[in-house]
């Protein structure tokens, strides 16, 4: 069955460093998202992208963040300068023309010491 | 916000017994989605369910929708212990972006 697959799996950054996630999506979906998961605390939405711009974003992506699909099959989250708070797991998910059912991947652990 | 809030928090039952986790939110929605996590794992998508739908079953589940109380049940029926997991409810609503709610933690004793 086609899946969201993310890397890396972990990852262990100091304070002030930029971090990049990559994430391939399922590969004929349309929408891409971003979303983290704090650890004990909700999912929660960080942005859309659609058609090769971001469709929608939260409070929580600020211009630090930033999101890339460099080529036809990888989809990209950076942060610029990571803070203490931004450690979280981070979720890819996609999903298709039309088609609401949003799937996700295993995730990329981030935590910034 | 439309957010989705479960209850309950927490569910212990033991294996073959049926679990009911409920879930509620606040505006209008296009679609409710329901998702399992294992622990510190990705997300799964269980199921989906349209506003104009009223029930819908996938193998032992069982997902109803009440738009008029804003609310959704799962049920899983004849749990097995490889169904403790965090159960969460997702909304949305004019865009693609869900909305989550806390979750229910689920553990079937064995």
């Known amino acids: 069955e086609p899946e969201v697959t993310q890397t890396p799996s972990h990852q262990v950054t100091q304070m002030g460093q930029e971090v990049i996630l990559r994430c391939v999506p399922i590969?004929?979906?349309?929408?891409f998202y971003w979303y983290r998961q704090i650890l004990g605390q909700k999912v929660e939405f960080l942005v859309s992208f659609y058609n090769n711009e971001i469709s929608e974003k939260s409070e929580i992506f600020d211009d630090q963040f930033s999101v890339e699909r460099p080529d036809g099959s990888n989809f990209t989250l950076k942060i610029r300068s990571t803070k203490l708070e931004d450690s979280a797991m981070y979720f890819c998910?996609?999903?298709?023309?039309?088609?609401?059912?949003?799937?996700f991947g295993e995730g990329s652990w981030l935590t910034v010491v | 916000s439309q957010q989705g809030e479960e209850d309950p928090q927490a569910l212990s039952i033991q294996e073959g017994e049926n679990a009911t986790m409920n879930c509620s939110y606040k505006?209008?929605?296009?679609?409710l989605q329901w998702y399992r996590q294992n622990s510190g794992r990705g997300l799964v998508h269980l199921i989906l369910?349209?506003?104009?739908?009223r029930e819908k079953h996938s193998g032992r589940l069982r997902v109803t929708l009440d738009t008029s109380k804003k609310s959704s049940s799962l049920l899983i029926t004849a749990s097995r212990a490889a169904d403790t997991a965090s159960y969460f409810c997702a909304t949305d609503g004019s865009s693609y972006k869900l909305i989550f709610g806390s979750g229910t933690r689920l553990l079937v004793r064995p």
């Open positions: 998910a996609s999903s298709g023309n039309g088609v609401h059912t949003i799937y």
């Open positions: 505006t209008s929605i296009n679609n």
């Open positions: 369910i349209r506003s104009n739908e």
């Open positions: 590969s004929n979906h349309l929408y």
